[in-house]
């Protein structure tokens, strides 16, 4: 089974120039998550996505990011403009359903941001 | 916002011995989850314990549960070189949204 797919894989952008990643989830996972992990951190959920519906985006800056996913398959997440204290590694994970299920995770991608 | 604060922050072992991480958290779970995080890769599910559960065990890893405390372990028996990465508990929190809150993560180092 093909995991969670991420692109690009590291990012070097100078502040207010924006940037796009995409994710492709596992095959059949209808949730979709994006966290943002700082440096010695662990993941912060920026935005979960069911299908192609936002479940919640409560912790995403929303007058910089935004994220979509149509057809409820690959996924988006765009920031614009990029700050400093952007920089951090942008995972992307999906599950089977929302609830009690695991999530499975992409291996990232790392922005940096000067 | 963080839920889960974990304890210790790092940890160094010899290959063999065992490892006891902790994390506590603050508010009514439907479950709790471990996660591992190899130096720049991705997160790897390990083991999910749901609230009504006191123990579970999965190959080397034992995870307890107490939700009375809101606490939670995780021990690795007879650890091995590989084993060295960061492990994270994250809280499922009760409302079954699926949204996760990841504590800070213990750094476990296994020296062969």
């Known amino acids: 089974e093909a995991g969670v797919a991420q692109s690009p894989r590291y990012k070097i952008i100078e502040k207010r120039q924006s940037v796009a990643f995409w994710c492709n989830p596992i095959s059949g996972h209808a949730t979709l998550y994006w966290y943002q992990q700082i440096l010695g951190q662990g993941p912060k959920l920026l935005i979960q996505f069911q299908n192609n519906g936002v479940v919640d985006d409560s912790q995403l800056p929303k007058d910089r990011f935004s994220a979509e996913r149509l057809k409820g398959v690959d996924s988006t997440l765009k920031i614009q403009p990029a700050k400093l204290e952007d920089s951090a590694v942008y995972l992307c994970?999906?599950?089977?359903?929302?609830?009690?299920?695991?999530?499975?995770f992409g291996p990232g991608t790392r922005l940096t941001v000067t | 916002s963080q839920q889960g604060e974990e304890d210790p922050q790092a940890l160094s072992i010899q290959e063999g011995e065992n490892a006891t991480m902790n994390c506590s958290y603050k508010?009514?779970?439907?479950?709790l989850q471990w996660y591992r995080q190899n130096s720049g890769r991705g997160l790897v599910h390990l083991i999910l314990i749901r609230s009504n559960e006191r123990e579970k065990h999965s190959g080397r890893l034992r995870v307890t549960l107490d939700t009375s405390k809101k606490s939670s372990s995780l021990l690795i028996t007879a650890s091995r070189a590989a084993d060295t990465a960061s492990y994270f508990c994250a809280t499922d929190e009760s409302g079954n949204t699926g949204k996760l809150i990841f504590g800070q993560g213990t750094t476990l180092q296994v020296k062969p």
């Open positions: 994970a999906s599950s089977l359903g929302a609830g009690s299920y695991e999530q499975y």
């Open positions: 508010t009514s779970i439907n479950n």
